[in-house]
């Protein structure tokens, strides 16, 4: 049976709190993408959104909390934590702290640190009142695909494997949250980026953000997984491969046959209404192109085309996302 999607009605809310409570999972909106949600706390409710995805146990959970008064419930604040929540939370922020131990292992596979965020939409932040607890909750995909942006994506992809989807409409963001591991806040390190920039970051934090280049093969055991998670090379994948470009131009897409497809960033005028070109934002900003980005691969992922072809974002503001999501979908080390 497919999976009951749950639009975001007081009572829906209560409900779906009381099947979190019970250790149950519930696919869940955030700004960013949507989320497979599970009380953090309970180690065997954990284990159910290993199952559910498919994920190997080395990859750990981002906790979702309501408030400061939470998130000390999982993990050790510092005065970056204090510095960084004043401005950018609730939104796509998360940090890597200290784990307290109230957090199961298997959360955290292992780390003594933990990935904690604070999300701004409105629906999950009320279930996370609601329900009182704090939610482990990676994206809402089988493990190794494209991240989910909408109720219609978690229910193609998980639809089969879970109960309940609150639906919160298409994600704002569209792109996973920045990922700062700030355990030691003068040498703060960019583990994912998102639409909150390192730069950004580091105006804030006072201290230049490095950026992690470390990237680990999936499933890797051990001692790797302790450097850098989130890393994961290849990752996001849609079925058919995916090139991606500099530049696409008139004359490459003329020397390809009509069943590739193609993604541009803006755009193009030299289009003459072929099916086969897409494009992230008509104007070319940054923003609209990160939130269409997934749902665009989504789309051309079920539309039979032989190959897909994307053209890398200009490198500022979220365009650093966009384009290592498109590296990540096509399993390039970058
Ligand atoms: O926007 C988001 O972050 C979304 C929404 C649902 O909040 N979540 C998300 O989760 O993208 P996920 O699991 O797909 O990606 C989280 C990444 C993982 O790759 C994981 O390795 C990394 O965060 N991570 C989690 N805990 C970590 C830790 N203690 N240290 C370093 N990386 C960690
Ligand atoms: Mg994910």
Redesign the pocket.
Known sequence: MPAQIHRGTLANLRRLAGVLRRGGLVAVP?E????LAANALDAQACRRIFRAKRRPAN????V?VADLRMLRQVAEPNDAVARLARVFWPG?L?L?LA?KAAVPPVV??G?P???V?M?AHPLLRRLLRICGLPLA????NPFGHV?PTTAAHVQEGLGQTIAHILDGGPCRHGL??T?V?IRDPLRPVL??P?VITAAQLGRVLGVPVHIATRRVAAGSAGQQSAL?????ARHYSPRQPLIIHQRITAAMVARRGTDEAWICFRKPAWTGGAKNIFWLSAAGDLREAGRRLFALVHRLDRGGWKRLHAELAPSAGAGHAINDRLRRAAGRRS
């Open positions: 955030t960013t993408v949507y989320g990859d750990p959970l981002i979702h796509p998360t890597v784990r955290t596979a780390l640190s933990v990935a965020r999300p909750a990676p994206s809402a991240s996973e949250s990922i591991d583990l994912r998102g850098a998670p989130g890393l994961l």
